[in-house]
T-cell receptor, first 112, second 115 residues
Framework: DQQVKQNSPSLSVQEGRISILNCDYT??????FLWYKKYPAEGPTFLIS?????DKNEDGRFTVFLNKSAKHLSLHIVPSQPGDSAVYFC???????????FGAGTILRVKS | NAGVTQTPKFRVLKTGQSMTLLCAQD?????MYWYRQDPGMGLRLIHY???????AKGEVPDGYNVSRLKKQNFLLGLESAAPSQTSVYFC??????????????FGPGTRLLVL
């Protein structure tokens, strides 16, 4: 049973528009959430994170929103750029120091 | 700094063969991890280590063994490879930050094909 779900396998967005990637989780013990970005033939790279004590965290063009009551988080990319085309993984953790649980990933394609 | 490196990048094995995947990090990180990535499954934790000489099982440990003899290295072994172990393997490392969740840094991956 997947504890972290990314229900959209892929998303296609026009350059300059907003990209919204969604993630749902089932484990109420999760208290820290991360987004990773992965290009083909490379390892995932950390993008942005949020602690459960917050509902929003912003870093440049990237904003993560957390809705704890709905057990839902989303990643907003504004404006989207062709270089943002990659696989985005949502991950969650409920214990200090280890054991990230990953979603299956969403492929984002930004068209120019 | 090279960050996290993995050796080899690609390998083909026959069923029943053994091999060792090497992960090395030069960031002085305490924690190291091995994941596998399969289509539609995301990354799943195989084994991890919270320090030199320690290892622990993750979500999918069966068929794998690990060793952390040196702080900078984390080895993943397959004693008798099976086709179900065909996957992309990622190593990661992180540094505990006193009560706050730390970021994991990933290597480029090893693509393994078991025939």
């Amino acid at each position: 049973d997947q504890q972290v779900k990314q229900n959209s396998p892929s998303l296609s967005v026009q350059e300059g528009r907003i990209s919204i990637l969604n993630c749902d989780y089932t484990n109420s013990m999760f208290d820290y959430f991360l987004w990773y970005k992965k290009y083909p033939a490379e390892g995932p790279t950390f993008l942005i994170s949020i602690s459960s004590i917050k509902d929003k965290n912003e870093d440049g063009r990237f904003t993560v929103f957390l809705n704890k009551s709905a057990k839902h988080l989303s990643l907003h990319i504004v404006p989207s750029q062709p270089g943002d085309s990659a696989v985005y993984f949502c991950a969650a953790s409920g214990e200090y120091g280890n054991k990230l649980v990953f979603g299956a990933g969403t492929i984002l394609r930004v068209k120019s | 700094n090279a960050g996290v490196t993995q050796t080899p990048k690609f390998r083909v094995l026959k069923t029943g063969q053994s091999m060792t995947l090497l992960c090395a990090q030069d960031m002085n990180h305490e924690y190291m991890y091995w994941y596998r990535q399969d289509p539609g499954m995301g990354l799943r934790l195989i084994h991890y280590s919270v320090g030199e000489g320690t290892t622990a099982k993750g979500e999918v440990p069966d068929g794998y063994n690990v060793s952390r003899l040196k702080k900078q290295n984390f080895l993943l072994g397959l004693e008798s490879a099976a086709p179900s172990q065909t996957s992309v393997y990622f190593c990661a490392s992180s540094y505990p930050q006193g009560g706050f969740q730390e970021t994991q840094y990933f290597g480029p991956g090893t693509r393994l094909l078991v025939l």
